[in-house]
């Protein structure tokens, strides 16, 4: 697993429950996939969090070669019926 400084010293400090495993799994099953303007890629999955036992959606953002991780976080705007 790849990631940025960025993901390795804010992301993880400010959301210690976020498991860096999820992000590998949501990358390789998207429930959804989208390019940004500066040419980083978004990625949608669905995870189980172990704090209350929910399903979540988490978004994990790549940089553009698909697999080095900059951020991730819990999406509670996303909906699946919007392309």
């Known amino acids: 697993m790849k990631t940025t400084k960025y993901f390795q010293e804010q992301v993880l400090r400010k959301r210690p429950y976020i498991d860096p495993s999820w ?29 209350d036992a929910n399903w979540r959606i988490l978004r994990v953002v790549t940089l553009s070669d698909g697999e080095t991780i900059h951020n991730a976080f819990f999406d509670r705007g996303y909906r699946e019926d919007q392309p």
């Open 23 to 51: 992000c590998v799994d949501v990358i390789a099953a998207p429930l959804q996939r989208q390019a940004q303007e500066d040419g980083r890629l978004r990625f949608w999955g669905r995870v189980h969090d172990p704090r």
